[in-house]
């Protein structure tokens, strides 16, 4: 490809940033959790020159050398790891590239493979009559991977209804070990739209693989109410994983002025409270949106949150972008730990936990100061994707031992 640039670059390895957590997450007091010693790592560029990309996925094997990678402006892209290559993927959806909008997140089947080779998409798009109207979108197409390029696309969901705003569209894709799929959608920049269930805004979506709704989806029979929806009272959420060793779903959440969020979706149906149940604040005045989520009855907790004073350095806030959980024996002593990407404040995170319960937060790749958009692991490595006009596919090892 002309535009990306392929090579490998060893940067230094970094010392973590390692911070024990102030009593303000949710019922999480680890301040007196000591950190454990520095674990070093090493990072490469393995490929240069994305256009704010925004999700990756890999394939499993035969062909777990490939990965795909969206850039927000539209295209898709085929990965090499192995050749540290790219090639652009023909045949995808026309996406509308507005605002935070454009070709969003990527997923595979699960049961990825021959006559299933399915790849999932979300995406802006504008209504089909009203150009300047724009709703969030899932598609799935088989790829053909001979041709480099997708086939007999079908689009199984919109997040209706159409809107001129061009912000919080979600939108990430995760599938559960039932091979049901997870979408999020954003609430538009309409708070109180979180909370209306005849809306797919701010909701968490679930479908099966071919787009049906769920029999057991908690409204699936309710008039009035949209059929897709699993949770609602979100945000914008960006974040998504399957917790391998308890198949829960984990998802982060975009407060406003902190009011950040780790959730749990465990409880279908479940409101998780924006606007009404928030430690969110006005931009404007630094005012109260809502109550505490504690002082709702009726709304989910998160498991951990972000609020002034959360942080010993004075950081506002973890503004989040993708999740995953750390699998593999390249770094040992951190299987099942949370990792996710950090957007204002440039670093990748990487949270301990028990459970539930965070109990230690290390900031990574800080020295590099790039917005992190995905993050996901393969083979023991971590891959982080940077949202930058020209930015890179990164990989994080152990660092080589000294002499």
């Given at each position: 490809?002309?535009?990306?640039?392929?090579?490998?670059?060893?940067?230094?390895?970094?010392?973590?940033?390692?911070?024990?957590?102030?009593?303000?997450?949710?019922?999480?007091?680890?301040?007196?959790?000591?950190?454990?010693?520095?674990?070093?790592?090493q990072t490469e560029v393995v490929i240069d020159?994305?256009?704010?990309?925004?999700?990756?996925?890999?394939?499993?094997?035969?062909?777990?050398?490939?990965?795909?990678?969206?850039?927000?402006?539209?295209?898709?892209?085929?990965?090499?790891?192995?050749?540290?290559?790219?090639?652009?993927?023909?045949?995808?959806?026309?996406?509308?590239?507005?605002?935070?909008?454009?070709?969003?997140?990527?997923?595979?089947?699960?049961?990825?493979?021959?006559?299933?080779?399915?790849?999932?998409?979300?995406?802006?798009?504008?209504?089909?009559?009203?150009?300047?109207?724009?709703?969030?979108?899932?598609?799935?197409?088989?790829?053909?991977?001979?041709?480099?390029?997708?086939?007999?696309?079908?689009?199984?969901?919109?997040?209706?209804?159409?809107?001129?705003?061009?912000?919080?569209?979600?939108?990430?894709?995760?599938?559960?070990?039932?091979?049901?799929?997870?979408?999020?959608?954003?609430?538009?920049?309409?708070?109180?739209?979180?909370?209306?269930?005849?809306?797919?805004?701010?909701?968490?979506?679930?479908?099966?693989?071919?787009?049906?709704?769920?029999?057991?989806?908690?409204?699936?029979?309710?008039?009035?109410?949209?059929?897709?929806?699993?949770?609602?009272?979100?945000?914008?959420?960006?974040?998504?994983?399957?917790?391998?060793?308890?198949?829960?779903?984990?998802?982060?959440?975009?407060?406003?002025?902190?009011?950040?969020?780790?959730?749990?979706?465990?409880?279908?149906?479940?409101?998780?409270?924006?606007?009404?149940?928030?430690?969110?604040?006005?931009?404007?005045?630094?005012?109260?949106?809502g109550v505490e989520p504690p002082a709702h009855?009726?709304?989910?907790?998160?498991?951990?949150?972000?609020?002034?004073?959360?942080?010993?350095?004075?950081?506002?806030?973890?503004?989040?972008s993708g999740l995953a959980f750390y699998q593999?024996?390249?770094?040992?002593?951190?299987?099942?730990?949370?990792?996710?990407?950090?957007?204002?404040?440039?670093?990748?995170?990487?949270?301990?936990?028990?459970?539930?319960?965070?109990?230690?937060?290390?900031?990574?790749?800080?020295?590099?100061?790039?917005?992190?958009?995905?993050?996901?692991?393969?083979?023991?490595?971590?891959?982080?994707?940077?949202?930058?006009?020209?930015?890179?596919?990164?990989?994080?090892?152990?660092?080589?031992?000294?002499?």
């Amino acid at each position: 490809m002309s535009d990306l640039h392929c090579f490998r670059i060893l940067l230094p390895a970094l010392v973590l940033v390692s911070l024990s957590l102030a009593g303000c997450q949710g019922g999480n007091d680890a301040s007196d959790t000591p950190d454990p010693e520095p674990v070093g790592y090493q990072t490469e560029v393995v490929i240069d020159g994305f256009q704010h990309a925004w999700g990756i996925a890999f394939l499993p094997s035969p062909n777990d050398d490939l990965a795909l990678v969206t850039e927000r402006p539209g295209q898709l892209h085929l990965v090499n790891l192995e050749t540290e290559s790219a090639t652009a993927i023909a045949g995808g959806p026309e996406v509308a590239a507005v605002g935070q909008g454009g070709l969003l997140d990527v997923a595979v089947y699960p049961d990825f493979g021959p006559g299933q080779k399915w790849v999932y998409l979300s995406y802006s798009a504008a209504h089909p009559e009203n150009h300047q109207q724009y709703a969030t979108h899932v598609a799935r197409a088989r790829l053909n991977l001979a041709e480099g390029r997708l086939e007999e696309k079908e689009v199984l969901l919109v997040a209706t209804p159409f809107s001129p705003s061009i912000a919080h569209f979600g939108s990430r894709l995760a599938f559960d070990d039932q091979w049901r799929l997870y979408i999020t959608s954003g609430d538009r920049g309409e708070r109180d739209a979180a909370q209306a269930l005849d809306s797919g805004w701010g909701k968490t979506l679930r479908i099966e693989r071919d787009g049906r709704i769920p029999a057991d989806n908690p409204f699936a029979d309710e008039p009035g109410i949209t059929a897709a929806v699993f949770t609602y009272g979100h945000r914008n959420a960006q974040g998504m994983a399957l917790e391998p060793s308890t198949g829960l779903m984990w998802q982060n959440e975009h407060g406003e002025r902190n009011g950040d969020e780790i959730n749990i979706l465990d409880q279908p149906g479940g409101n998780h409270g924006w606007p009404i149940a928030t430690w969110s604040r006005e931009y404007h005045n630094d005012e109260p949106i809502g109550v505490e989520p504690p002082a709702h009855p009726d709304t989910v907790d998160p498991i951990h949150y972000w609020v002034d004073g959360h942080y010993p350095d004075g950081q506002q806030g973890f503004p989040p972008s993708g999740l995953a959980f750390y699998q593999g024996e390249a770094f040992a002593d951190w299987q099942g730990q949370l990792l996710m990407g950090n957007l204002a404040h440039r670093y990748l995170g990487r949270f301990e936990r028990h459970g539930r319960e965070i109990t230690a937060e290390h900031r990574m790749l800080t020295e590099l100061g790039y917005r992190i958009r995905d993050v996901a692991v393969h083979q023991g490595a971590i891959y982080v994707l940077v949202d930058e006009a020209s930015g890179p596919l990164l990989r994080v090892t152990p660092a080589d031992p000294p002499g």
